[in-house]
C-alpha cells in the first residue's frame, strides 16, 4: 500500500483527496519509482479542483513532476537505484502522476537527475522551471541577447515567471516582471527584475501595434496579454508563448509579425523531446542561483495538497510549490 492524491469523477461529482493504494492498481510501465518529491503546478491546481479539462480518465493521480529513485527495471537505460526526473508526458492526465509515494512509468519518459541537484531542488525546478529554461533557450537561438534590449515577463509571480527572471537576470539580461499582484515587486525585484508592471495594462484589448520596447518576452498568460506583447515587441523581437492562464484566445493582429518581423515561439514542455530535455536540466544547473531558487519555493506535504490547489486557483501562491510525498 502507498498514500496518494487520488482524483475520482461519478455520478456523486468531482472529488480529489488523500487515500491509501494497493501497489497493485498501479498503471503499466517498464520503471518503478519510490517517489521522493513532486510538485503542485497550475495544471495540477486545475485538475485537483476540477476547474479545467486536465485528467483524461478517472481515477486519476495528479503530479505532472516526479523525482525518486529506481526500484525496478525493465527498460535498458535505467536499473535499479538511479535518481531519475520526470516533467510532463501526459502524467497527471492519462497516466498516474507524482503526487505519490510510487510510481509506475515509461522509461522513455525519464531522465538522470542531474549530479549537481538534490531531488528537492529538482522539483523546486519542475516544470515551471524547465520550461522557462526552453523559453529563455529559445530567446538564445533566435538571437536575442541582452544587449538587444528589455525582455518582459509575464505571470512574474507564478512559477514559470519566477524561474524565467531569476535565470534572465544572472544571464544579464535586463527584465520587466508583470504581475496582477503589487504586493510581490518586492520579491521580484529580489529575483532580478529592474522593473514592475501592473497586469492590468496588459489584460485588456490593445492596439494592433504600440511602442516598441521588448526585445524578448516569456508569456505565459495568452488571449489579450500575448497579443498586447506581441504588439510592443521591437523589430525582430522574439516572444516565447508557454501558458494559456488568462484564455486560449489569441485576439491579436498580424501587424506585428508582417510589419517588424516579430517571431513568436511555442514552447512545449509536456512531449519536448528528450535531448532537449536533457540540455534544459543541464543549463539549469549551469544558469540557476540556487539562492534564488529557495527564495521561490515552499514546501508541503501530501496533506497539503487539496488545500493548497485551492489557493493556487485563487491566486494565492507564488513561486514553486514542492511537495514531499513522504510526509
Not at 113 to 135: H, K, S, V
Amino acid at each position: 500500500m502507498f498514500k496518494a492524491i487520488l482524483i475520482e469523477k461519478d455520478e456523486a461529482g468531482h472529488r480529489a483527496g488523500l487515500r491509501e493504494i494497493d501497489e497493485a492498481q498501479l498503471p503499466e510501465g517498464d520503471v518503478t519509482v519510490d517517489v521522493a518529491y513532486s510538485t503542485l503546478n497550475y495544471k495540477d491546481g486545475l485538475a485537483i479542483t476540477g476547474k479545467g479539462p486536465v485528467v483524461r480518465k478517472f481515477p486519476m493521480v495528479p503530479g505532472i513532476d516526479i523525482v525518486g529513485t529506481v526500484r525496478d527495471s525493465r527498460h535498458p537505460d535505467h536499473k535499479a537505484g538511479d535518481r531519475v526526473v520526470l516533467n510532463g508526458w501526459g502524467v497527471g492526465e492519462t497516466h498516474w502522476g507524482g503526487l505519490a509515494q510510487v510510481a509506475r512509468l515509461k522509461g522513455d519518459w525519464l531522465v538522470p537527475l542531474p549530479e549537481a541537484l538534490t531531488p528537492r531542488q529538482a522539483m523546486a525546478i519542475g516544470t515551471a522551471g524547465y520550461t522557462a529554461m526552453l523559453c529563455v533557450i529559445a530567446l538564445e537561438r533566435h538571437g536575442v541577447t541582452p544587449d538587444k534590449g528589455e525582455v518582459v515577463v509575464t505571470g512574474a509571480a507564478g512559477g514559470v515567471g519566477s524561474t524565467a527572471i531569476a535565470l534572465l537576470s544572472r544571464l544579464g539580461y535586463t527584465v520587466v516582471a508583470v504581475s496582477g499582484r503589487p504586493e510581490e515587486a518586492e520579491y521580484l525585484r529580489g529575483l532580478g527584475a529592474a522593473e514592475v508592471l501592473d497586469r492590468a495594462t496588459f489584460s485588456e484589448p490593445g492596439k494592433p501595434l504600440a511602442r516598441e520596447r521588448w526585445a524578448g518576452a516569456v508569456e505565459v498568460a495568452g488571449s489579450h496579454t500575448l497579443a498586447n506583447v506581441c504588439a510592443a515587441v521591437k523589430y525582430r523581437g522574439v516572444v516565447t508563448a508557454c501558458g494559456l492562464a488568462q484564455g486560449m484566445d489569441l485576439p491579436a493582429s498580424v501587424a506585428p509579425f508582417i510589419l517588424r518581423g516579430v517571431s513568436l515561439i511555442g514552447i512545449d514542455s509536456v512531449m519536448c523531446p528528450r535531448p532537449e530535455r536533457i540540455e534544459a536540466w543541464n543549463r539549469l544547473v549551469r544558469d540557476l542561483d540556487p539562492a534564488k531558487l529557495d527564495a521561490i519555493t515552499d514546501e508541503i506535504g501530501l496533506t497539503d495538497v487539496v488545500t493548497t490547489a485551492d489557493r493556487l486557483m485563487a491566486g494565492r501562491v507564488r513561486g514553486r510549490v514542492v511537495v514531499d510525498v513522504n510526509r
